[in-house]
């Protein structure tokens, strides 16, 4: 695995050889990385053109923050599904979101992206205008900014 520019580790398994043309390029039909974060380790707040799914698999539940223009809303990614986690959960395309770790250990994770993840389609947000427009996330925020 490699450093993941947003934090944590990756390594892409999959990229489809079907492409589909959109208005901003030509993209693969989709694509998938396994997903590692080291104890104490986090996915910087960021956003993406395409949808993304994360799936949990082992390790420390992580929490998902979900920034829409209007609404804050977390996930948690976990096996504990008798207290409201999940194993999957879809990131809509242009939602800012972040990752953190609930407990003090590692989390392997995968994701899949479609259509298929392009660097021209990853994008950081401002995080001064997020934090004021939710200010009860602030602290979030500031913990989960690049």
């Known amino acids: 695995m ?20 959109l208005e901003r390029g030509n ?9 590692f974060l080291k104890s104490g380790e986090k996915s910087c707040l960021h956003y993406l053109d395409s949808d993304e799914v994360w799936y949990f698999h082992l390790g420390s539940p992580v929490k998902l923050h979900l920034f829409t223009e209007t609404n804050y809303t ?9 207290i409201g986690a999940t194993v999957q959960h879809v990131v809509e395309k242009g939602i800012i979101f972040g990752a953190e770790l609930l407990e003090h250990r590692n989390a392997f994770l995968s994701c899949s992206v479609s259509p298929g993840f392009n660097e021209k389609d990853f994008h950081w947000p401002n995080s001064s205008e997020l934090a004021l427009k939710f200010p009860e996330q602030e602290d979030i925020i500031k913990c989960l900014a690049s």
Do not use: Q
């Open 2 to 21: 490699k450093p993941h520019p947003e934090g944590g580790w990756f390594r892409r398994t999959y990229s489809c050889t079907d492409t589909v043309n």
């Open 74 to 82: 977390s996930v948690t990614l976990g096996h504990s599904l008798n």
């Open 27 to 35: 993209r693969c039909c989709a694509s998938s990385i396994l997903y």
